[in-house]
């Protein structure tokens, strides 16, 4: 146990006693780069902060050419957990109604549409995934925003399937399952042809009312690829996951040693958008492992108009709850669908908290823009950046802070 970590140690007894693909919750244990080697420039003398009585200007616009762009008051949202899939019904509605008193977005996840949360949300974007369920001209025509799932991060573009086990009660009609039938949601196969993606966008723009119509994938060695097919399509948006991305469960191999880490993913991104002129007309969201203001104000200097949590979210909404679980059944039993100690998730609390958790996050991100010495979100940049060390400098072309910026200096 010197040599090799408990971590990995007990899931390869697990491996040992299944003898199938396990499954780990909320992503990687793996220490990948990240934002730790950026810090803020502070304004002080040649230039001064902003005047802490100032307002900050925090509202983002997702999609800006669509006919009907999606406003936001702040640039955090809620990422993708889907609902029987992953999520209890309870975590939902909790989910929606603190975005709702925050001003932002949630997002439905690829599982099945569940209309208390679009009910309790004020922004809703819609999740489009392979499967055959939540597709009706109805139910699109109840988002602000579609995202196509093409990939997401803690399990690459995989086929996931669900147990019959997750999955009690009336929701197996939702997938149309039959009683003891496993939920197997695979690529889709639209996006395999020439123009799979392009046809898809039109297709969905044609069956809304313009709103952005956005693709999320995860982020590996052939990004700027996939960033043209999605230029190409004429998406309004695209969502990025890096490879710290968690999810409700999925073999660690994916979590582990696929995708680019989040810094990496964002970076080229930004680059190869501004390099194809459309910066300004396509969104960039991004997430991974985000779970710190700091952290989503940096990746927002990078160039990323808006930041998207899970992991972050659901420990902030149920902090004093996992108690209920202990000692018999792990935290995740609380907010997982299908699980008995869901029962007792507190659903007023935690949508209480995650309101709470989501305004600090972005009373700090205000703080840090004045001592930046602006007065906007879309201010900040990556010249308010330095880098701590060559990797990172290299990674995200922000200068290292032990070199001296000549063209600051008169």
Request: include cysteine; charged fraction near 20%; glycine fraction near 10%.
């Amino acid at each position: 146990m010197t040599r090799v970590s408990p971590n990995t140690i007990m899931e390869n007894s697990l491996r040992s006693t299944s003898g199938t693909i396990i499954n780990r919750p909320f992503g990687s244990p793996r220490n990948f780069h990240h934002f730790d080697g950026l810090v803020f420039s502070p304004a002080q003398l040649s230039k001064p902060p902003a005047s802490a009585s100032e307002p900050i200007n925090m509202k983002t616009t997702i999609g800006p050419n669509a006919k009907q762009p999606l406003v936001i008051d702040i640039p955090l949202m809620a990422g993708g957990m889907a609902y029987g899939i992953a999520l209890s019904g309870k975590v939902k509605r909790a989910i929606a109604k603190a975005t709702a008193a925050t001003g932002t977005a949630t997002n439905s996840g690829e599982g099945a549409y569940f209309p208390e949360e679009r009910e309790l949300a004020e922004h809703f974007i819609l999740q489009y995934a392979p499967g055959n369920w939540s597709k009706s001209p109805e139910i699109l025509s109840q988002a602000d925003a579609i995202e196509i799932h093409a990939g997401q991060g803690a399990s690459a573009a995989s086929t996931s399937s669900i147990p019959p086990k997750d999955l009690p009660g009336d929701i197996q009609e939702i997938f149309h399952l039959s009683p003891g039938e496993t939920l197997e949601i695979p690529p889709f196969e639209e996006l395999k042809e020439p123009d799979g993606l392009k046809n898809m966008v039109d297709r969905l723009r044609a069956e809304t009312n313009g709103v952005p119509i956005g693709v999320k994938m995860v982020a590996g060695g052939e990004l700027e690829a996939d960033l043209k097919i999605a230029i190409v399509a004429g998406v309004d948006f695209i969502a990025i996951d890096g490879g710290q991305a968690g999810t409700k469960g999925d073999a660690p191999i994916f979590e582990d040693d696929f995708g680019l880490p989040t810094i990496y993913a964002l970076a080229r991104a930004a680059k190869y958008l501004r390099e194809k002129g459309v910066k300004s007309k396509i969104s960039l969201l991004v997430g991974g492992g985000l779970n710190t203001p700091g952290e989503c104000l940096k990746a927002i200097a990078l160039g990323a108009d808006a930041v998207f949590m899970g992991t972050a979210l659901i420990w902030a909404m149920s902090h004093d709850q996992v108690t209920k679980s202990l000692p018999w059944d792990a935290p995740t039993s609380l907010v997982f669908y299908g699980k008995e100690r869901a029962k007792k998730f507190d659903e007023e609390k935690a949508s209480y908290y995650l309101e709470n958790f989501i305004k600090s996050c972005n009373q700090e991100m205000e703080a840090a823009i004045h001592a930046l010495g602006k007065h906007s979100i879309q201010e900040v940049n990556s010249q308010d950046l330095v880098a701590l060390d060559e990797l990172t400098s290299k990674i995200t072309n922000v200068p290292l802070g032990y070199e001296r910026n000549e063209d600051d200096i008169s």
